[in-house]
């Protein structure tokens, strides 16, 4: 069993910064991909940010200049800096991870969300 644990969100005004957390911890043999979705009301979820074990990462035009994924694996922790912040980024934000297991293969997994507004 893996479980991945986020935390961070909140409530800031525009132009302000946040900077989301999520560690994986239980039956991990090596995290590959981990990302950030989010997913706003009455939206589907779509993808923020993704980096790969080497560090390597993507980012959705509308957060491009202005978020920063990054991880640290020795801690099993992927982080997402906001800066810049606009009412637009609000929504429920939710960590994933491609992690393969001891003994199970691999799959994917998914936090519990937070919230984060931003208000104008």
């Known amino acids: 069993q893996v479980q991945l644990v986020e935390s961070g969100g909140g409530l800031v005004q525009a132009g302000g910064s946040l900077r989301l957390s999520c560690t994986a911890s239980?039956?991990?043999?090596?995290?590959?991909?981990m990302s950030w979705y989010r997913q706003a009301p009455g939206q589907q979820r779509d993808v923020v940010a993704t980096?790969?074990?080497?560090?390597?990462?993507n980012y959705a035009d509308s957060v491009k200049g202005r978020f920063t994924i990054s991880r640290d694996n020795a801690k099993s922790t992927v982080y997402l800096q906001m800066n810049s912040l606009k009412p637009e980024d609000t929504a429920v934000y939710y960590c994933?991870?491609?992690?393969?297991?001891w003994g199970s293969g691999a799959w994917n997994y998914w936090g519990q969300g937070t919230q984060v507004t931003v208000s104008s």
């Open positions: 994933n991870a491609h992690i393969t297991n």
């Open positions: 239980g039956n991990i043999r090596s995290i590959n991909v």
């Open positions: 980096i790969t074990s080497g560090g390597s990462t």
